[in-house]
Structures are given as C-alpha cells and as structure tokens.
C-alpha cells in the first residue's frame, strides 16, 4: 500500500507547477483523496480534497481560482494538484493522502505519500 508524490521543486513567484500523487498496492478507487502541506514549525494544513469518482471538490480559500485537484482512476488511482500562480506563501512540503471521506482534516485520512517540497521564491 502506498502513495508517492513527485512534482515538487523551486519555481519564481506566479510559475506552475502540478503534483502528482500515484497510489498502488490496493484499490484506492473507492478513497476520497486530499492535499495538505506543511512548512517547519507548523501543523500540517488542508488544501483541497477529492470525492472517489472527481466529481466533488474542495479546496482552501487561500489556494481558490489557483489551485486545481483532479484524479484519474485507472490501473492505478493518480491524483493531481494543478497549482498556477504560486506565491512565496505557497512554499512547504506537499502530502498526498487517501482516506474514507472528503474532508480537511489530518485525522479523517489513513494514507499518506512521503511528500514534496515545493519552494517558491519572490
């Protein structure tokens, strides 16, 4: 069982970037998925969220109108975060994470990938 992120890296202020989560080892078809990130010294925080089948999201204020997450189930569920615009603030490690319901909170998801760093730069 296991989700690995990859996409992370250093971009300059308003650049994009798109995470991608790969998730094997059972069928994560059926799981409601998110993106949270965390900076140094903070507790991680929500930053969108999936239903099994894409058809209901969510995401946090602050990423709205630039932050897109999306997945595809295929062979292996891969979930996406398609993130344009990014600002300095935007700067952590991003987890991709896989539980039985859409929601922001830590505690409602039982899976999670190792993480990316993203870093954006003024």
């Known amino acids: 069982v296991q989700l690995q992120a990859c996409g992370g890296g250093s971009v300059q202020a308003g650049d994009s970037l798109r995470l991608s989560c790969t998730a094997s080892?059972?069928?994560?078809?059926?799981?409601?998925m998110g993106w949270f990130r965390q900076t140094p010294g903070k507790e991680r925080e929500f930053v969108a969220t999936i239903n099994w089948n894409g058809r209901n999201t969510d995401h946090t204020d602050s990423v709205k109108g630039r932050f897109t997450i999306s997945r595809e189930n295929a062979k292996n569920t891969v979930l996406r975060l398609q993130m344009n615009n990014l600002k300095p603030e935007d700067t952590a490690v991003y987890y991709c994470a896989a539980g039985p319901r859409r929601s922001a909170r830590v505690a409602d998801y039982v899976y999670w990938g190792q993480g990316t760093l993203v870093t954006v730069s003024s």
């Open positions: 080892g059972r069928t994560f078809s059926t799981y409601d």
